[in-house]
């Protein structure tokens, strides 16, 4: 009897300790996602301050009521450099993964705030076409969405595996789709684009947040600190997609354009 009280004591501190470890990674995640998109909206609205002004006075071009591109600006969004910028972060997302194999975890943490950079000039043109306001709106409705879908994520008992794998493909045809209309210019497409990446990008969003929860039970008994840092980088990197993609989507559809 006090040899079966020892094991089961063993296996409760056992479990104690998975608990503790698994909060403690999941709040790195989480705070490793939130700096990023703080890096990310920072970087957006300041340069957006150097390719728009409210001075006409030398302006390349108006946009909207009140505002004009900078010289800057008109060298940007009225030339093909638009789209180096436009690709850029998915470029550097394809390069993400075999750079992470050979970086420390404090190298590749860096890394994911310079693509957070990187992705801020990106989206630095939402402040062309959208009101200052309903960014900021769509943004919270966006932060909201977001946590109660992550939270489904890591609270549900059903294995998500089968529905990821769904979702990876239509996120394949997402892009797809996107670069076409991108030619195209189809209102009716682009419509239907926003509506479905937010249904696979809300999909997506639970599914993560449970394949970084069950990476570290499966991964936790090894120890090797290293690997489990590089993993909540990782996790924090797909978590913040999900939540750019979900916030493009929906500013896509409830944004106030200019």
Do not use: C
């Amino acid at each position: 009897m006090a040899q079966f009280d020892t094991i089961r004591s063993n296996v409760g501190a056992r479990a104690s300790e998975i608990d503790a470890g698994l909060r403690a990674h999941m709040n790195k995640v989480y705070g490793t996602m939130s700096a990023g998109l703080f890096i990310t909206f920072l970087a957006a609205w300041a340069i957006s301050g150097l390719l728009v002004t409210a001075d006409p006075t030398g302006a390349a071009g108006m946009i909207g009521e009140g505002k004009y591109l900078t010289s800057l600006g008109a060298t940007i969004y009225m030339s093909p450099l638009k789209y180096v910028i436009m690709f850029a972060p998915l470029i550097f997302i394809f390069g993400f993964g075999p750079a992470a194999n050979r970086m420390s975890a404090a190298g590749v943490q860096l890394l994911f705030y310079a693509f957070a950079a990187v992705m801020g000039l990106s989206l630095s043109s939402i402040f062309l076409v959208f009101t200052g306001q309903s960014i900021i709106q769509v943004f919270l409705i966006t932060a909201i969405s977001f946590a109660g879908l992550s939270l489904v994520g890591y609270t549900t008992k059903k294995d998500l595996t089968a529905m990821g794998a769904f979702l990876i493909m239509g996120l394949i045809g997402l892009i797809v789709a996107s670069i076409v209309n991108m030619f195209m210019q189809s209102g009716a497409m682009a419509f239907a684009i926003s509506v479905i990446g937010v249904l696979i990008f809300a999909g997506l969003t639970a599914y993560d947040t449970q394949k970084i929860k069950t990476t570290y039970l499966e991964m936790a008994h090894s120890g090797d600190q290293e690997w489990l840092g590089k993993a909540a980088i990782m996790g924090a990197l797909s978590l913040y997609l999900d939540f750019i993609n979900l916030f493009i989507m929906l500013l896509q559809l409830l944004g106030n354009r200019e």
